[in-house]
């Protein structure tokens, strides 16, 4: 069951149901309406017919859509993106000009989906949908520091390396609200906790500089993907900064001394999770916590040290 929310004037939130941890890497879809209107993030490929009917509950026909955005090529934000380029023959698909061939390749389509599955478990596929490519027509191609012009607003985009290569984050000019897809990491409101964005491939430090970049913006709002539409944008962005050098930090001292993942689980949970022994509880039962988290740090510094 989707929940939908205005968060910011014309952008509506669709959220997958569930309880935040449980639902992911099911990513928050955002619809901008504006003279051409947009859909940041297509999810999951199992994402797309609740989409769909949220965009058309809002009493918007989803064939309008002019521009279908993912903010990177992983399967819980772009995943859907060649079905939709399939269902929507006239909207744009917007990406860096670097992320076309991994968007277009089947054969590059199908490592990123056996990376998934690595990550996300072996019945990922059923539970999170298959991929198709984008056609090459249906590309728009975008860099750093130009405007996707909707009408009354644009949608400036940042490049945002660090998570991955071709990470884009978009700036909505009327409200000053970031789409942060995975640059930041996730906020879970309900239990008051910021992940940073380590996962396998993730350079943590261009990371932090990514971070650095998106803080300059003072952006008003933040729309998550993995999360929901916050407010207090220049104190999470903040947060996210602290944590993610703190757990690096972590990360790179426990691989060069050879902990043990055991402890380097219970360190990075002592970084992001304080204050709150429900916190500590809920992270250490994730199940994704050491395949995303741990994984990426892991990988990075094995290869680097
Ligand atoms: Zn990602």
Not at 114 to 127: N, P, S
Request: proline share 5%.
């Amino acid at each position: 069951m989707v929940l939908i929310s205005e968060v910011a004037e014309n952008i509506y939130e669709i959220q997958p149901g569930g309880n935040e941890l449980d639902r992911f890497p099911l990513s928050t879809v955002y619809l901008v309406v504006d003279e051409k209107s947009a859909l940041v993030e297509t999810g999951c490929p199992a994402q797309i017919s609740d989409t769909m009917a949220a965009v058309n509950g809002l009493g918007h026909d989803i064939r309008d859509l002019s521009y279908i955005i993912p903010t990177h090529v992983h399967i819980d934000h772009g995943g859907a993106a060649g079905h939709f380029a399939q269902l929507l023959p006239h909207a744009q698909v917007v990406t860096h000009p670097k992320a076309a061939r991994l968007f277009s390749d089947p054969i590059i389509l199908d490592k990123l989906m056996q990376g998934f599955l690595r990550t996300f478990g072996e019945d990922a596929k059923q539970r999170f949908g298959g991929v198709i490519p984008v056609p090459e027509e249906s590309f728009k191609f975008v860099e750093d520091g130009d405007h996707i012009y909707l009408g009354n607003r644009a949608l400036q985009v940042i490049h945002t390396p660090g998570h991955d290569p071709n990470h884009l984050c978009f700036m909505d000019t009327q409200t000053n609200g970031l789409f942060c897809g995975d640059a930041l990491g996730s906020y879970y409101t309900e239990i008051d906790v910021t992940m940073p964005s380590s996962a396998p491939m993730t350079d943590p430090y261009v990371t932090l500089q990514s971070i650095a970049k998106l803080q300059e913006l003072n952006s008003e709002i933040i729309f998550f993907s993995h999360g929901r539409a916050t407010d207090w944008a220049s104190e999470i962005i903040q947060r996210f900064k602290e944590d993610t050098r703190e757990c690096t930090e972590v990360a790179l001292k426990a691989y060069e001394t050879g902990e043990t993942q055991e402890t380097i689980v219970q360190q990075l949970v002592d970084v992001l999770a304080k204050d709150s022994d429900k916190a500590r509880g809920d992270l250490l039962a994730w199940p994704y916590f050491v395949s995303t988290l741990v994984e990426g740090y892991r990988q990075y510094f094995n290869s680097s040290i």
